[in-house]
């Protein structure tokens, strides 16, 4: 089988057998949509061990940034109106520098997969309380789903021994 079949067979499979399991048994402690962000990341990524590590390393560091944010805006008397709004917004600003600045580093080098941790928390109501782990949790499944994936797709394009 040419690869591209084996890996959309592969990921199809997957994508069901999780949405089963999400949607059915674990919602609203694990987050679908988030899974789905950080599993298109992991492939973004570059797949593999590393794709995985990256991944997972960027979306974590984007989510506890922003959730940083979201608790010093809410320490500076920041809002979502009047000038609490130009707080917030320049304390954005400020996240959008650093989630760029951490590729710096290059175990978070992948920015989209910062701003996808970011969205991620946002995305999940800003929460700061348990929810929060959750949404790491759901970063965590969502790359290792990748990873499964992408073996299975590796093996369905495996060679027989002769």
Known sequence: MNALNAISLSVGLWVGIWCFA???YLEPKVMTWITFLTWASFYAAGGGKAGLVKAIASAFAGTLISAAIVWLNGQLG?????VGLLIFSLLLAVLGWALCQLSKVDLFSFI?????????FFGAGAPLDGKLGWVLVSIVCGAVMGLISERMGQAMTAKAPA
């Open 78 to 82: 920041g809002g979502v109106q009047g």
């Open 22 to 24: 999400t949607l059915g």
């Open 112 to 120: 989209p997969g910062a701003f996808i941790g970011a969205a991620s």
